[in-house]
T-cell receptor
Framework: NAGVMQNPRHLVRRRGQEARLRCSPM?????VYWYRQLPEEGLKFMVYLQKENIIDESGMPKERFSAEFPKEGPSILRIQQVVRGDSAAYFCASSPGEVEPYEQYFGPGTRLTVT | AQSVTQLDSHVSVSEGTPVLLRCNYS??????LFWYVQHPNKGLQLLLKYTSAATLVKGINGFEAEFKKSETSFHLTKPSAHMSDAAEYFCVVSVGWNGGYNKLIFGAGTRLAVHP
């Protein structure tokens, strides 16, 4: 059973470009979470999605950031018009959602560098 | 509101000596608590979890943690450090919601260095 997959592992974008980060949850998992880790900091919750639904986006910046988890295919975290401050590691986690304590399994992360 | 405080940003030990990484939590509810480890440029791996069963929790690689409600602590320990234990460790509290959803609140992390 493959773990959580994220791609690309490293992404370099110039200021003003768009970044698309992909996350494929573990097989059988229908809950996806995105976290951001700034340098020298812990992970911060961004958004929680189920298939075709955003359940909690309280950690998402109000502008330029969006996320989706379509019926088919991976979850996408999209950052428009990137700025230097978006440089960070972005981690995706998935859980089956039906078994306490709803343990989350993390992917290897995507390291975004904005130049 | 739920929060986690890791009391040490850096801990340095010699190989073969005990490890203690300290964590205090704040939670309005009976919390679920976790310790994750992150090796350089890698993802996160779950070390252990507490979910209101036994207060002493054993995890992988010889790590264990004790939940102390009176002290609101969940310190991570290991009797004898190994070089491969050098990594970043995160104490995490879970914010529970209905319907199978939990949001994880991470501490700032403790970087463990192990010297020969």
């Amino acid at each position: 059973n493959a773990g959580v997959m994220q791609n690309p592992r490293h992404l370099v974008r110039r200021r003003g470009q768009e970044a698309r980060l992909r996350c494929s949850p573990m097989k059988g998992h229908s809950h996806v979470y995105w976290y951001r880790q700034l340098p020298e900091e812990g992970l911060k919750f961004m958004v929680y999605l189920q298939k075709e639904n955003i359940i909690d986006e309280s950690g998402m910046p109000k502008e330029r950031f969006s996320a989706e988890f379509p019926k088919e295919g991976p979850s996408i975290l999209r950052i428009q018009q990137v700025v230097r401050g978006d440089s960070a590691a972005y981690f995706c986690a998935s859980s089956p959602g039906e078994v306490e304590p709803y343990e989350q399994y993390f992917g290897p992360g995507t390291r975004l560098t904005v130049t | 509101a739920q929060s986690v405080t890791q009391l040490d940003s850096h801990v340095s030990v010699s190989e073969g000596t005990p490890v203690l990484l300290r964590c205090n939590y704040s939670s309005s509810y009976s919390p679920s608590l976790f310790w994750y480890v992150q090796h350089p440029n890698k993802g996160l791996q779950l070390l252990l979890k507490y979910t209101s069963a036994a207060t002493l929790v054993k995890g992988i690689n010889g790590f264990e943690a004790e939940f102390k409600k009176s002290e609101t602590s969940f310190h991570l320990t290991k009797p004898s450090a190994h070089m491969s234990d050098a990594a970043e460790y995160f104490c995490v509290v879970s914010v529970g919601w209905n319907g199978g959803y939990n949001k994880l609140i991470f501490g700032a992390g403790t970087r463990l260095a192990v010297h020969p």
